[in-house]
């Protein structure tokens, strides 16, 4: 099948929510930037979260009083555990375990997660608490170029929420589920975004204001994705777009 057939075979199969959504996104990206609705959002949002990360700098330097080599060691492993890098090799396992739909959403909600909390680091374009008088732990490189972005809102709790969340669901949705499991899998899932955001503050990475930002767009962008989450993925599974492109990209020998 060539390109021309795939894109008219792609094309007819757009349907209304696809078109809704293109609409959508087009319209908004003209709002924007015809209203300069980046700039307004920016000098609102900006001022008060900076005055925010300095007025709790001080409480930042307080708690990092109980600075420990072994502390420093177990919420930088900790913060790793749970970044984008860690993910980029821990979703494949998934992929190759069997567990195609768990792989497949967690995928595109890491996706979508890192591009919506990288908007609004942008949108926002908050500091992160200064160093010095800060103590900043950065045990990677990953951690050192993070530390050169902006900091509202965390994306290490963002992401835990999302994904631990969205983990959390498959398997009280798809495994057995009684009230233990339920009360163990919140506690668990509560003590790991709890950890994560004591460490993004000890490690010196954010604010509080900048966690409590992460983990409230976390269970925002969660409880959308669990509404839309079965359509977008028997789109993706049996969608006459993706069907489409398949047989245009097999190997033909008598090429």
């Not at 899932?189 to 460490?199: E, H, M, P, Q, R």
Request: net charge neutral; glycine share 8%.
């Amino acid at each position: 099948m060539d390109v021309e057939a795939v894109a008219a075979a792609g094309g007819a199969g757009l349907t209304g929510w696809q078109a809704a959504a293109l609409s959508g996104a087009a319209g908004w990206v003209w709002a924007a930037s015809h209203y300069d609705l980046t700039r307004r959002a920016r000098a609102l949002a900006q001022p008060w979260v900076t005055r925010r990360v300095h007025a709790e700098t001080p409480d930042i330097i307080t708690f990092q009083r109980l600075q420990h080599r072994l502390l420093d060691n177990f919420f930088s492993v900790l913060s790793c555990v749970v970044s984008v890098p860690f993910y980029t090799g821990f979703l494949p396992l998934l992929f190759w375990s069997g567990h195609g739909k768990l792989a497949r959403q967690m995928t595109l909600l890491l996706a979508f997660c890192d591009y919506l909390g990288n908007a609004v680091k942008d949108l926002v374009s908050a500091p992160r608490p200064c160093s010095p008088p800060v103590r900043r732990v950065t045990a990677t490189e990953d951690e050192k170029e993070n530390a050169m972005e902006y900091g509202l809102p965390s994306s290490h709790a963002l992401n835990t929420v999302c994904l631990m969340g969205y983990m959390l669901h498959y398997v009280l949705t798809y495994g057995p589920c009684n009230g233990f499991m339920i009360a163990t899998g919140l506690s668990l899932a509560f003590l790991l975004v709890t950890l994560i955001g004591i460490a993004r503050v000890y490690l010196g990475m954010h604010s509080l204001t900048d966690v409590i930002a992460g983990i409230s767009f976390g269970i925002v962008i969660l409880a959308f994705w669990l509404v839309v989450h079965d359509h977008v993925d028997a789109f993706v599974v049996s969608g006459q777009n993706g069907m489409s492109i398949c047989p245009g990209h097999h190997f033909d020998p008598s090429a």
